[in-house]
């Protein structure tokens, strides 16, 4: 999307109130300012270390907050505990900057109570000092590449990109205090699967003690002084996201080895599946999940969406980078650094006697939740209702009514209402007379994924929040 675009949808988000922020099984279970962070404990249940990942400290480093949110979706620790924090800075996130209020991780020193981000700050620290954290890793991109030496313009002492940073080669700590050793076993094992000779991780020793005054102000050096083992990961800027969030993805998985927490890995670690990966299973779910909207390769605009008159728009969504904000009288939906789509609603008061309706999806009966997405292959036909009646968004054959009890097929319904791009995904609402009731989507997509799953779906729409 053009960056035009981005700021023309941004305008309305300085003048959002507080969001709510209701946190399932693991965040916090407070309400916070909009657009606060969210903590998710992986907690195995088997006795271990526990690790602290912080990613989007500034937001515009995306294969850092890319990398640490895959660890949320696609991860499973199976051992010891692993925390994450995959948007430190979401406001600046979304609107692709470094910092909105100057960079935030150089606040971590001194910071006056006026400041905006005094309670992020104040949150964070807390994180960080708690007893049961016993490491720390900091997620950036960097520009170029570290060397030790100036080898040119992108490769020398002065960039950041391919490193381990650490204030001090040791610290006076229970666990992990040798950070020296820790650091070039994780850039070793790094370097066993580079996937170009040149991308070279090292370690970088900024030696913050002996009078660095930028890198005193840092989250890793508030985490040391607070005799905590801290390590910065850095990627490079030269590289696309997936390629980033392959370097940082490898450096966690060092950081998981030496620290004990065994781990399972739901994809294969490759720039391809990285970029799926990211993209994938990405739903939002709008007031109570009467409305569940798939959001990958979703289309620019959604119209006519039925929100509830007279209330504010609840959601979840099942991904750490997503969040929705106002525009004027209508919604925007991001994911990390990047805007996916409009929501212009249509108010409707809602009819709440009905939860599910029957189909017959290609030959056979189902009953399909509101809320949920059902896989067509050739053809599906949703039952008549006694007091509802069905609209099928750009169903085309005569101006009926109601179009229950018809026979559909992909053809019968016109292409641009999809709410995807490729023209797979259609709207099928239910109303009772002049209140809607709920909706369903039909997926002609064809990939072979049996229906959408309520139950393993539930565990990941942890992240809900209400706007005001
Ligand atoms: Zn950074």
Redesign the pocket.
Known sequence: MKLVNIKKYLCGLLFLGVLSYFAGSFTFASSIPALGFSVHKLESGVEGHTLLIIGG??GD?PGGFNAASLIVTHYDILSGNVWIVPNLNFLSIIKRSRGVYGDL?RKFDKLHPNDPEYQTINRIKKLIIDPKVDLVLNL???SGFYRDTYDDRLHNQNRWGQCIIIDQASIDAKNFSNISTIAKTAVAHVNKHLLKEKELFHVNNTQTIKGNEEMAKTLTYFAIKNNKSAFGVEASKSFLTPKRAYYHLLAMESFFNQTGIRFKRNFQLSEYYIKKAIDDDIHVALNNRKILLKIENVRKKLSYIPLKKNSKIEFQVNNPLMTIVTSGDAYNVFHGNRWLTHLAPQYFHYDFSLDAIHMIVDGSRKKIPFGNIVSVKNSFMVESLKDHRVNIIGFTKQACPNESGIVIRKNNILKKYSIDKKGMIFRVEVYKSQKFSGMVLVDFGGDGLSDFNVASQKKKLDHSKNLF
Do not use: A, S
């Open positions: 400290i500034q480093e991780n950036h991109d960097g």
